[in-house]
Each structure stands twice: as structure tokens, then as C-alpha cells.
């Protein structure tokens, strides 16, 4: 069983950056395959970027060059490092996890979800 817990978001200007972060519980944690999803209101929720236990990691097309996915196997905690951001990036922000080193850009294949939290970049 893992717990995700989101943190970091915000409001920020276009152009600015963000770190969210994605504290996990549970012993199995550095086995996973930990993502980031957004969800716009209106839209579906899409893929932002994931990264396996061996730090292999994948974007969006939308977020590439951008965003970074990092994590800190110590403190069971993965980051999301968002630079230049744009209004379209506005979205709630989810923290997902699956027991698999295969990355995966759908939400159906993750099993563990994070409540949310909320990014707000204005023009």
C-alpha cells in the first residue's frame, strides 16, 4: 500500500516556476513507478511526466525541456520541477504511483493517487 501526498502548488505569472512535491508512505516505495498527472477543468486528465525506480523518466511533448521529474528515494519523495510556465499549464496537479518499473502516460495504469493540489499561472 502506498499513500501519496501532493504539495507545492500555487499561483504564479507566466513565465515563472514551481516544485511540487509527492511524499509517499510505504516500504515499497522505491520500487515504483511514480507520475504526475494534471487535470484542467473541462478536460481529461492527462499524462505529465513519470520516473521509474532506475530514474528513467518520461514527458509529455507539452512539458518537455520545461518540467523536470526527480526523486529523493531517502525521504520517499518525488518532485516535479516546473520552469517557464504557461497559463495553459493551469491545471490540478496529481501524484500517482504503480508497482511497475514500465512507464506508462495512461491514468487507468496507475493504481495510487494523490488528492491534488491546485496551479494557477496567469498571463
Known amino acids: 500500500q502506498v499513500e501519496l501526498v501532493e504539495s507545492g502548488g500555487g499561483s504564479v505569472q507566466a513565465g515563472g516556476s514551481l516544485r511540487l512535491s509527492c511524499a509517499a508512505s510505504?516500504?515499497?516505495?522505491?520500487?515504483?513507478?511514480i507520475g504526475w498527472f494534471r487535470q484542467a477543468p473541462g478536460k481529461e486528465r492527462e499524462f505529465v511526466a513519470a520516473?521509474?525506480?532506475?530514474?528513467?523518466?518520461y514527458y509529455a511533448d507539452s512539458v518537455k525541456g520545461r518540467f523536470t521529474i526527480s526523486r529523493d528515494i531517502a525521504k520517499n519523495t518525488v518532485y516535479l520541477q516546473m520552469n517557464s510556465l504557461k497559463p495553459e499549464d493551469t491545471a490540478v496537479y496529481y501524484c500517482?504511483?504503480?508497482?511497475?518499473?514500465?512507464?506508462?502516460?495512461?491514468?487507468?495504469?496507475?493504481?495510487?493517487w494523490g488528492q491534488g493540489t491546485q496551479v494557477t499561472v496567469s498571463s
Open positions: 500517482t504511483g504503480r508497482s511497475s518499473v514500465v512507464l506508462r502516460t495512461t491514468p487507468n495504469e496507475y493504481r495510487y
Open positions: 520516473c521509474n525506480s532506475y530514474s528513467n523518466t
Open positions: 510505504g516500504r515499497t516505495f522505491s520500487s515504483y513507478t
